[in-house]
């Protein structure tokens, strides 16, 4: 191996790209981080640690801070990108006239792209030819616990097993363990569709239902989860893993996610756009529920919890409305 086969590029330097990079350096790789807001790139640099989105974690001396897109992308034939899904297609444009040759492409985006209504497989094989190998990076990951090298498990999954098989292994490390997968479509449908549930979670939490509540939204939540990925052509074992059932518990139930402060937000009476300013980050699960609904509708999916969600996000329904909803539905079988 080469010393450039440990180069990578890490294209988005929020908290999820930060933490990434240093859990890449902290397994032997060199990566090279690009972010856009001239106040974290000044951070990172000068202060070796991003202080707007991932605050008290040191970078290790093996991450680069690159400002400039193009020559981050020049330099590293692997790239990973960590962007929100509505500037994911964006970002690739950008990227393409500058890639190398032979350059393989990950990323940790998770959510339909809204217009499209595809997943970020499909538009990085549109944008990018089907030439350059793909992948998609997912799981049950906070990024300030990864930053922090708490014991961590995620997801590589790509149709290319050889490439698969060797992301996971850069990333692996003594707190670290990637598993690899072949089920691209069921890996991208759980990282979309949790923040959604997370969101409905939050909210329930928020208005006192109860545990015997917020299971039932999870459990139910998986049920519709999977239900969409099989109509696109997931595997079905996909869901009970850790990009599948893993991610969507962690998302539900712990505070460190932004969907599910979103929902308790929205719980206590905020509006989306109030909470969204709180958090200084992108609430994913807001713009998933509008590309979610449209999916569903146009193969004919059953979500009554995403719709739910959707109506309470979009179209001003109340959470007690939407319960009353849920609860109000015909009986039926739970398979």
Sequence with gaps: MTADDNKIGVIGAGSWGTALAIQLARAGQQPMLWGMEPEVIRSLTEERCNSVFL????????VTINADLDDVVR????????????????????????????????????????????????????????????????GPTFAKEVGLGLPTAMTVAATNTDYADE?????????????????????????????????????????????NTRVALITRGL?????????????????????????????????????????????????VEETCEEIGQVVEGVKAAAAVRKVAHDLNVEMPICEQAYQILYEGASPEDAVGALMMREVKSEG
């Design 55 to 62: 605050p008290d974690i040191p970078l290790p001396d093996s």
């Design 75 to 138: 330099r590293n034939r692997d790239i990973l990108i960590v962007v929100p899904s509505h500037v994911f297609r964006q970002v690739l444009e950008q990227i393409r006239p500058n890639l190398q040759k032979g350059a393989r492409i990950a990323w940790a985006t998770k959510g339909f792209e809204l217009a499209s209504g595809k997943l970020p497989h499909q538009v990085a094989r549109e944008t990018l030819g089907i030439e350059v190998p793909l992948a998609v990076v997912s």
């Design 167 to 211: 992301l996971a292994w850069r990333f692996s490390g003594k707190n670290f363990r990637a598993y690899t997968s072949g089920d691209m479509v069921g890996v991208e449908v759980g990282g979309a569709v949790k923040n959604i549930l997370a969101i409905a979670t939050g909210m329930s939490d928020g208005l006192g239902f109860g545990a």
């Design 223 to 271: 049920a519709e989860m999977t239900r969409l990925g099989m109509a696109l052509g997931a595997k079905t074992e996909t869901f009970s893993g850790l990009s599948g059932m893993g991610d969507l518990v962690l998302t539900c139930t712990d505070d460190q996610s932004r969907n599910r402060r979103m929902g308790l937000a929205l719980a206590a009476g905020k509006t």
